[in-house]
């Protein structure tokens, strides 16, 4: 341990000394060469600018030049020098993190100040690319029918949707889910106790969305199989704006059948005749009745004209008066109010609304300053089939979340910028029915709320209900518990809050070397209170504070050996984890205070610093061109990430009397602890592809992948004292492989678009981190044995299609179709009494596919841009199978004679039916 830390001392070092290396990870660079158009000589001292910024070059005694630190867009860049024709190339791409070439041929005139100017294209290939990665660039983002960033996501290579029709998870290359890292404009954004994005960042405020899956550089750590790196817009040189609007009002008209309980007066089951349903009298128990029969239920429709969906979108920037080139400014968001297509159900609703702001400001030529906000809200309630008929019974979450940040760049000189960035990004979630002086008992005099009064007794709405006759499961012996009353109460309130700062460095110290190298140090504040009162005889507390600190610092040098074609990404990373928190030394006497070390013999304190934990992560990548149009690319890297907090903390109360030890009397043999000791869970990733131009607007690239994943968090079953027992650990083991194929056409003639095709397999042992909890409670009441090899994923898809296609002459009218196929996911067969039949995941579930599609008309007039949107969601009206019964592999059919038809036929399991909305955006 103590050599890794003088590693990391030695790394430090380095970064004061070198003064002239980094990377800001949110800028691209512009290369490339100025000739004599008629000799093919190179031009020394010609000027290359970027029109309506302070960004410039001139080329050296070869003719080259570089610019870097350049922020993603398009630019009009000319080149410019005594005796030539100026050259203006408009619609110039900059990619992050990647070069675009760009070169000039001038033309030589005896006349001062003549002009040309052409359309430059993005290249079909980007030969500098030594990984799987994906740009979508705001323009693209516009002209699909998406109403939110993670619709885009689903059409990278890789990517694969599982989960309920309002759940939907993502995963990326046979990974679990919350693998992909999320970052705005350089800052990470994830929800660091529950995993996820953190926060979101409305389509008109994006400029450019980054897709990383492959082997991704050095300086991206925190993800084991991807990063999303959402770049947000800044003002320009001219004043933009727009407002643009969607609804789906009384265009998707839908009729639903369903069944439906007899209810009395009071909202207590009866049955046809108004004979209430009791545990001697009902579908299951009583003799001569089947659970299906139509005497207990009526066949009920629901006619709807549409979604109640509205959704508004507002952007404006440009430069700030009076402050000159470079300061500008820009701010977007928009809110979206939808009752989703389960809204008919008088349950799910949503509120959203999302905003960001930028400002740029450069108080000298080589200074630029930019501040930054990003935050959001919602309020949303989803679908509870178990409050099918007490829709009023569920609880509504409550979401907000704030990013502020600073980043100052500094260019030391053409070759060399180093950027400082810190940010604060708080986020507030909860989820309840009750308001906190009606669900707890009192508030302490810190102000905090409390189970129970001074007494020790539970007063307020959170009071144990074991044996509460209010609910129907406990008078009526019905395996379906589909409630006509009652309901949990339920309070969650977590407060998180990161403060990270950073510092990047990065030189061109030669034309062949580009070295970035920095530094990240992040503390963050976890604040958690969970209450379940109801049906037992202890409420189920979890209560804590946490602030574990993380640090990182890394290595990375682009090699672009231009007369060879070649490029090499190498890299270095150290990742620095300490939680700040204790774990119980050992877990077979979770709640003893001193036990004997096994190694000395000796008694030592049970509780005691979690470790600290250091790792080193390697990456390497090369692209080489193996024929004229073709590129060869290969890559291999480490990746560690720190489990979600969650599964450090899980069960822990500060106000039980027994903290820091468990309560193992709350929850007996089914207790399930966290491990503040676990470690970070690593990948070792490999691709290797070739890129090919087939044709002048066409090219294909075709890339192998093989991962595999250690130390997967999961439980572990302690024959403990005085209570058997689950705790946390690292200890599954998952791999995945395939290949992807993408096809892609460049925009002309009217047409463009991409397709990728994805094969693969994704394997493992465990399911999930519940996966070997499942298989004990399975072995010790049902008698079935956990696997013995690996087993498929829940999300291992063998066949994946996605595609965009773009139809259209820009500016005048355009039609976009998004679409995806998925061969049928995994689910495990069961018996008709819920037994496990064969090997978990091994059957499959029906096959899915969408197309959606948006048609545009553009409008000028008077110096204003009007566009018509129509959006077709589900072009097809495919419906959709998201989860299926286990024995029989249907949504709609189950084989166990417990269950009635209320609870087998479950909306959630399809997707959403074909759904119309009409828009209008004007803007200028």
Do not use: C
């Amino acid at each position: 341990m103590r050599n890794k830390f003088t590693v990391v001392a030695l790394l430090l070092f380095l970064v004061l000394i070198f003064s002239d290396l980094a990377f800001s990870g949110v800028t691209g660079k512009i290369a490339g060469m100025v000739k004599d158009k008629q000799t093919g000589e190179a031009l020394i001292g010609a000027n290359v600018i970027i029109e309506g910024t302070t960004y410039g070059a001139a080329t050296d005694v070869e003719g080259y030049y570089f610019i870097i630190n350049i922020p993603p867009g398009k630019y009009r860049v000319k080149a410019m020098m005594m005796g030539y024709k100026t050259l203006i190339q408009n619609d110039v791409q900059v990619v992050i993190d990647l070069t675009t070439k760009l070169d000039f041929s001038l033309e030589q005139t005896v006349l001062e100040g003549e002009i040309i100017e052409i359309t430059a294209e993005r290249p079909l290939i980007e030969k500098d690319v030594t990984s799987s990665s994906t740009v979508t660039t705001s323009d693209q983002i516009d002209k699909m029918p998406v109403s939110s960033f993670s619709e885009v996501l689903v059409t990278t290579p890789g990517f694969v949707e599982s989960g309920t029709g309002l759940n939907r998870e993502i995963n990326v290359r046979g990974g679990r889910t919350n693998e992909l890292a999320f970052m705005i404009d350089g800052f990470y954004v994830e929800d660091p106790l529950m995993g996820g994005m953190g926060s979101d960042v409305a389509n008109v405020g994006i400029s450019e969305l980054a897709v990383m899956t492959g082997t991704f550089n050095a300086e991206y750590g925190e993800a084991m199989s991807g990063v999303l790196n959402i770049v947000t817009k800044e003002g320009g040189s001219n004043y933009s704006g727009r407002v643009r609007f969607f609804t789906d009002k009384n265009m998707n008209p839908h009729s639903y059948k369903y069944p439906y309980k007899y209810l009395d007066e009071n909202g207590r089951w009866v049955d046809k005749d108004g004979e209430p349903v009791t545990a001697a009298y009902n579908p299951q128990s009583t003799p001569g009745i089947n659970i299906f029969d139509e005497k207990f239920w009526e066949r009920r429709t629901k006619e709807v004209s549409d979604f109640n969906t509205f959704h508004t979108e507002v952007d404006f920037g440009g430069p700030i008066p009076l402050l000159g080139m470079g300061n500008s400014f820009f701010i977007a968001g928009d809110a979206l109010d939808t009752d989703t297509y389960l809204g008919w159900t008088g349950q799910p609703y949503r509120k959203e609304r999302r905003a960001n702001a930028k400002l740029a400001l450069r108080p000298f030529n080589s200074v630029k300053l930019v501040f930054g906000a990003v935050g959001g809200q919602q309020r949303y309630r989803n679908y509870s089939h178990t409050n099918k008929y007490t829709p009023q019974n569920l609880g509504t979450n409550y979401d907000t979340n704030l990013m502020l940040n600073g980043t100052l760049t500094h260019q030391l000189s053409a070759k060399t910028f180093y950027t400082i960035k810190s940010s604060i990004f708080s986020t507030h979630r909860a989820y309840y029915r009750y308001k906190a002086e009606d669900f707890f008992s009192m508030q302490d005099e810190n102000g905090d709320w409390q189970i129970w009064n001074e007494d020790g007794v539970y007063t307020g709405l959170a009071a144990p209900s074991y044996a509460d006759q209010e609910y129907e499961f406990n008078t009526v012996v019905f395996l379906d518990s589909v409630w006509t009353s009652g309901g949990g109460a339920v309070w969650e309130d977590r407060d998180n809050k990161i403060i990270s700062g950073k510092f990047d460095l990065t030189s061109q110290i030669t034309r062949v070397h580009q070295i970035k190298l920095g530094f990240e140090l992040k503390e963050t504040q976890l604040s958690y209170h969970y209450v379940s009162g109801p049906y037992r005889v202890i409420p189920n507390v979890e209560k804590y504070e946490h602030k574990p600190i993380e640090g990182s610092v890394y290595l990375q040098d682009k090699m672009e050996f231009e007369n060879l074609g070649i490029v090499v990404n190498a890299g270095v990373r150290l990742d620095y984890m300490d939680t700040r928190a204790k774990y119980i030394f050992d877990p077979l006497k979770p709640t003893a205070e001193y036990v004997i070390d096994p190694l000395t013999g000796e008694e030592r304190q049970n509780m005691v610093d979690a470790d600290k934990k250091l790792h080193i992560s390697p990456r390497l990548g090369f692209a080489h061109p193996i024929m004229d149009k073709a590129v060869l690319h290969f890559a291999y890297g480490h990746f560690y990430q720190v489990p979600q907090y969650s599964y450090l903390f899980l069960t822990e109360n500060l106000d039980d009397p027994n903290y820091p030890f468990p309560n193992m009397a709350i929850s007996q043999i089914y207790t399930r602890l966290g491990n503040a000791n676990l470690k970070p869970e690593k990948t070792i990733a490999y691709e290797m592809g070739v890129a090919t131009i087939l044709a002048e607007d066409i090219s294909l690239d075709v890339t192998f992948f093989y991962k595999n994943i250690y130390d997967y968090t999961t439980f572990r079953r302690y024959q403990a004292v005085p209570v058997q027992y689950h705790r946390f650990i690292n200890q599954d083991y998952a791999n995945a492989k395939g290949v992807e194929v993408t096809l892609k056409k460049r925009f002309s003639n009217y047409f463009g678009g991409q397709v990728n095709y994805t094969l693969s397999k994704a394997e493992g042992n465990a399911s999930d981190v519940t996966s070997h909890w499942n298989d004990w409670y399975n072995f010790s009441v049902n008698k079935t044995y956990p696997p013995k090899k690996t087993i498929n994923m829940p999300w291992d898809q063998t066949h994946t299609v996605n595609f965009v296609i773009d139809v259209g002459k820009p500016g005048v009218w355009g039609i976009n179709l998004l679409g995806n196929y998925g061969s049928g996911l995994p689910y495990t067969p069961l018996s008709s009494r819920g037994l496990r039949i064969d090997e978990p995941n091994s059957a499959r579930k029906p096959w899915t596919m969408t197309v959606n599609m948006r048609a545009t008309r553009t409008f000028k007039w008077s110096g204003y841009i009007f566009t018509l949107y129509a959006d077709v969601d589900n072009l097809l009206n495919k419906k959709n199978v998201y989860i299926v019964h286990g024995s029989t592999g249907k949504p709609d059919i189950n084989l166990n004679w417990d269950y009635s038809e209320d609870w087998i036929d479950r909306p959630y399991y399809y997707g959403p039916p074909r759904t119309f909305k009409l828009g209008l955006s004007a803007g200028f």
